[in-house]
């Protein structure tokens, strides 16, 4: 009877969410040139990126509803086949329409990833589930910084988007087939029991705990998916700070394992949201390459560990909500992400406009519009100070509820 191989597993779930990310990053690389094909506004391109988002939720709530039913395997075909389609039809889009069903089944194929993959990892590494998420979770800014370099790279040499869309089959064929010529481990560490896990969810800790995602989700992806459009008339060069800030944040999450170990889960989110906070506050303010590229590499040190730690920490402090809790939590911050595209694209939208009334040139009216949204965001990570600073506070009133676990 063929063995269980962890060691490939997690490696075949890696490459998925490498391709995960490279839907994010090459979608943010060629935004302004699906804008001129299709003469699209940047409310609508902001329609585009909430759909590709907004699937995301979808196969996440389903997921974690079915995952005691159906298994990682089956849900890693239904991400494989979503991601195939969705790519597919990307390429082939007459417009606007096809574009959102496109983006949409891309978004369900990233959801099914993440609702596959962290409860099953969750339950290979019981021992030392953060800092193994951490290291699952590496490969979202790996896979960002892999896809800005490749759009940049394609861009440079003249590809036009579709073929910048086409490359990603190739991990994505990778990830299918190393995934499907694999045993599937049984789940024997998390809680399999739906209706248990149901009934958890009404925990006001899991409660709070969404409410901070959506906060931490939109501070990290809400900037990075518009990393283009906000920086692109600053004079620096808006792919090469969303590599640098993807790269960092690789890192990062790859050492997490003694930082969650030394401040706990609770106090490494707390950290989190007032460098993000400081940082996004930064870009809003500073002029000059040199100091746009610093706010940077802060913003990168400070949402590097908002997503993997948050789910995390539901694994740890919730563990009646198994699986179910862990794909409702990425769903959740997900879900919020695509509701505010539209938003910050239509605030950009209208501070360019105001800023041409007043007479600027297009290039500076760009940068106005920029900082001006950013001055808006920055009161996401500035909520969730206040928020985990409170849950840092009380900390010790909910420790009795976390598992046993050794950070590596």
């Not at 190393?178 to 560490?189: C, G, L, R, V, Y």
């Not at 919730?318 to 409702?328: D, E, H, I, R, V």
Request: net charge neutral; charged share 10%; glycine share 10%.
């Amino acid at each position: 009877m063929k063995e269980v191989n962890k060691n490939q597993i997690f490696i075949a779930a890696c490459i998925a969410l490498v391709v995960t990310a490279m839907t994010f990053a090459i979608r943010a690389g060629i935004l302004t040139d699906l804008g001129v094909q299709f003469n699209l506004t940047n409310s609508e391109l902001g329609w585009i990126n909430a759909m590709a988002i907004g699937g995301f939720p979808i196969a996440t709530i389903l997921g974690g509803l079915l995952y005691n039913q159906l298994g990682a395997r089956k849900l890693m075909i239904m991400a494989f086949v979503s991601h195939l389609v969705g790519l597919l039809m990307t390429i082939y889009a007459g417009g606007f329409v096809t574009l959102l069903i496109s983006s949409l089944l891309i978004g369900f194929a990233n959801g099914s990833v993440e609702a596959a993959c962290n409860p099953m990892i969750a339950d290979m590494y019981t021992n030392n589930r953060t800092a193994m998420l951490n290291k699952f979770h590496v490969w979202f800014p790996g896979g960002l910084a892999i896809g800005a370099l490749i759009s940049g790279l394609m861009s440079y040499l003249g590809l036009g988007w579709q073929a910048q869309i086409a490359i990603m089959f190739v991990p994505t064929l990778i990830y299918g087939f190393m995934f499907f010529k694999q045993k599937f481990p049984e789940s024997q560490h998390i809680e399999t029991n739906t209706g248990l896990n149901i009934k958890s969810l009404a925990s006001p800790l899991f409660l709070f705990i969404v409410v901070c995602m959506t906060l931490s989700a939109t501070s990290e992806l809400g900037v990075q998916q518009w990393v283009e459009k906000i920086l692109g008339s600053t004079g620096v060069n808006p792919m090469l700070v969303f590599a640098m800030i993807t790269t960092i944040m690789a890192l990062g999450r790859y050492f997490a394992g003694p930082l969650v170990h030394k401040l706990n889960p609770v106090g490494v989110l707390w950290m989190s949201a007032i460098l993000t906070t400081i940082a996004v506050y930064s870009m809003s303010v500073v002029e000059g390459s040199a100091l746009i590229y610093i706010s940077a590499i802060l913003f990168a040190v400070g949402v590097c560990y908002f997503w993997p730690t948050t789910i995390g920490f539901v694994s740890e402090y919730l563990p009646k909500t198994g699986a179910l809790g862990m794909s409702l939590v990425g769903g959740a911050g997900m879900l919020a992400t695509g509701i505010w595209q539209p938003v910050i694209g239509s605030w950009l939208d209208k501070g360019r406009a105001a800023a041409l009334e007043s007479g600027l040139t297009a290039e500076a009216a760009e940068v106005v519009a920029g900082r001006e949204t950013l001055s808006y965001m920055v009161f996401f990570p500035l909520a969730l100070v206040v928020l985990y600073g409170i849950l840092f506070l009380i900390r010790k009133k909910f420790e009795h509820l976390r598992i046993q676990t050794v950070h590596e």
